[in-house]
């Protein structure tokens, strides 16, 4: 078992920046990739970034690349999502998760364990 908390959501002015993290306890955090999704409402949850268990390999979806960055520290059992030029169609709850491969999916049913999520509004 994986027990992941998110934090570090708010509000925030479009332009602005956010950085999210992730803590992971229980099993061993660092052999599990990570990734983090979002939700808007009334929309499904879509992927936003996935990073490997070592922090080698990174994937983004088009709608962050460039703007968002993935990284972990697998000596604190955290992983996080930084934030930068944030749009209001940014707006959404924010989810972590882990999974039992070395490579990140873009797929969430590939993922074993979730966070509750943390908000983040980000208004024009």
């Known amino acids: 078992q994986v027990q992941l908390v998110e934090s570090g959501g708010g509000l925030v002015q479009a332009g602005g920046s956010l950085r999210l993290s992730c803590v992971a306890s229980?099993?061993?955090?660092?052999?599990?990739?990570m990734g983090w999704f979002r939700q808007a409402p009334g929309k499904e949850r879509e992927f936003v970034a996935g990073?490997?268990?070592?922090?080698?390999?990174?994937y983004y979806s088009n709608a962050v690349k460039g703007r968002f960055t993935i990284s972990r520290d697998n000596a604190k059992n955290t992983g996080y999502l930084q934030m930068n030029s944030l749009k209001p169609e940014d707006t959404a709850v924010y989810y972590c998760?882990?999974?039992?491969?070395?490579?990140?999916?873009?797929?969430?049913?590939?993922?074993?364990?979730w966070g509750q999520g943390t908000q983040v509004t980000v208004s024009s």
């Open positions: 229980g099993r061993t955090f660092s052999i599990y990739s």
């Open positions: 998760a882990t999974a039992s491969r070395q490579i990140p999916s873009r797929k969430e049913s590939e993922y074993d364990y």
């Open positions: 990073i490997n268990w070592s922090g080698t390999i990174t």
